[in-house]
Structures are given as structure tokens and as C-alpha cells.
């Protein structure tokens, strides 16, 4: 083996190691909502400030987040959406080999998921022809950084006291932060118990971003 192909896979190596962490992994989840500093990601995570610290300095030096600074603030946020896809393969590998996976994702979501999930493509053509409600259930501070253009932001503690906002003769479409965040499913279950045609998306919005589908931002 020439000694550049052996370099470069010391290089690649040095990013699935960077990964092989359930924190690590965690906290590049939550960045792919919005950018946020090392004490927030804390307090989500339920890691110390130091041990957070420590994990974001190793996906900083292999190239997986950047720091931003904002007057006394230094706020990380992901390198590029290409880290979004290097995740959603590593969970679609996972769930297509490890019986583990399958079998927490049978056990786990499959029971919620009789909700008729719908793709992205279909979320398209159903919103350019106006048949459509988006509904966001994420955190307001997530929406704001990035959603789907024309999205309406109810995250799932708000949704009983405000659904006579939704048109109820639309389809409603929730999603939230991924394919394993439970907020869309809650919020269709939610809906459809009220009577209201509702699905949720098959992936979240790092997902939809990461696929080039458009997106806006909150001014």
C-alpha cells in the first residue's frame, strides 16, 4: 500500500474516531438544529461544561464543528451539512446491519409510526400546490436559525391551546429535529385524535437541508 493511500486512511480513521462517541454524536445532533454555545449544550445534553468543552475540541480539531464569536460568546456550530449526511449514513448503515438498531427502531418507532409518514419529495409538490400546512415542532431558537420556507413554529407543549391556528381543512405536515425525534410524532397523534388529516416527515430538518430541498430563516 502506497504510503499516501496509508495517509489518508489515518485521516479517515481519525474522523470515525472523532464519532465514536454517544456524546460526541449528541452534540453534533443538536448543532444540526442551530449553533450553540458550550453552556447550552451542556444543559441539553446533561453533560458538564468541561466534559462538553472536551468533546467539542476533538470534533473541532477533525474539522466537524467551527466556533463563531459574537462579543464575548464563542458559539460552535456544524462545518458543513456534508457532517448532517456523514450521520444519516452511519444511521442508515446502522439500521440496515446492527439487529440492535432494528430492533430498538421496530420496538421503539415503528409502534408511533402508523402516521403514513410522507418523503421529502412529496412535502414539495403537496406545499407548491397549496395543499399544505408545515408544521415546525421544535424549539422556538431552532426555527428561528432555519426551517422550511413558510413553516409554522408550535413546539409539541403549545400545540393542544393553539391548534385553531391550523386550517383544519389542509393536510397538516409536522416535522421536528430527525427521524428519531419524537416531537412530529407526538404532534400528529396529537392532530389526528382531534380529526385533522396529518402526517409526519420521514426525516427532520438537518436532513431536508443537507438534501438541497429550500429553506429560510427567521430575520
Known sequence: M????????ELLAQIAQAIASPQRLELLDYLAQAERSVEELSQLSGLSVANTSRHLQVLKQNALVEVRKEGNKRLYLLAGDDVISLIASLRNTAETHLAQVENLVDSYLTQKDKLDPISADQLMKMSQNGEVIVLDVRPEKEYQQGHIPNAVNIPPEDLSKRLSEL????????YCRGPYCLFSFDAVEALQKTGVKAHRLVDGFPEWKAAGYPTTVEN
Open 2 to 9: 502506497s504510503s499516501v493511500k496509508k495517509q489518508l486512511f
Open 167 to 174: 386550517d383544519n381543512n389542509k393536510t397538516i405536515v409536522a
